[in-house]
């Protein structure tokens, strides 16, 4: 079953395994439905956040990933938002976690499309944030980072397309 909205076995409300695939009232897609309490089976995309991370004179830190989705290519920080976190606290987060740098948040670029580990459908919301502090990376997703002016930012390496069109939007509208 390579559709994610059908992938599952045991109902996580009773613990049966008993889904039909019907159309729920109200819907219009066929969805896993249990028999034996109700529980509908919905899934959405998870929830990402990052940060286009400069030093505010037109260099960009970049991180080269060490695990795959993407492993070896470049992207900026980022990860999950968790369920009690602000998106904009989860990407200043992961900046810390993955460079070592503060991030002094800014504004929203855009809202992303990409794909994570195990082919997980994400939507990654990417802020601008100017960095300080030093670098030191206490991730073990993180291989190398780097800073990079406009002109020798690594187009053809990015891990996510995401990347590649939220900086192109982020560079699009500085003057
Ligand atoms: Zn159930």
Redesign the pocket.
């Known amino acids: 079953m390579n559709d994610p909205r059908q992938k599952i076995r045991y ?1 996580p ?2 613990g ?1 395994r008993a889904f039909e695939t019907r159309v729920p009232r109200a819907d219009d897609r066929p969805r896993p439905v ?1 028999t ?2 109700g ?1 509908i089976h919905y899934v959405g995309p998870v929830l990402a956040a990052g940060a286009i991370l400069h030093d505010g004179a037109g260099r960009f830190c970049l991180v080269r990933r060490a695990l795959d989705p993407g492993r070896g290519k470049w992207s900026f920080p980022g990860g999950f938002v968790d369920v009690d976190e602000a998106p904009p606290d989860a990407a200043r987060r992961e900046v810390q976690e993955e460079t070592g740098y503060e991030a002094e948040m800014g504004s929203l670029i855009g809202a992303y499309q990409s794909r994570g580990p195990r082919n997980k459908r994400v939507v990654i919301l990417v802020y601008e944030a100017r960095a300080s502090g030093d670098p030191n990376t206490t991730s073990e997703e993180v291989e190398e980072i780097k800073w990079f002016t406009q002109e020798d930012l690594p187009w053809t390496e990015f891990a996510f397309e995401s990347s590649v069109q939220a900086l192109r939007e982020f560079l699009g509208r500085v003057p």
């Open positions: 109902c409300r009773c049966a249990c034996g309490c529980y």
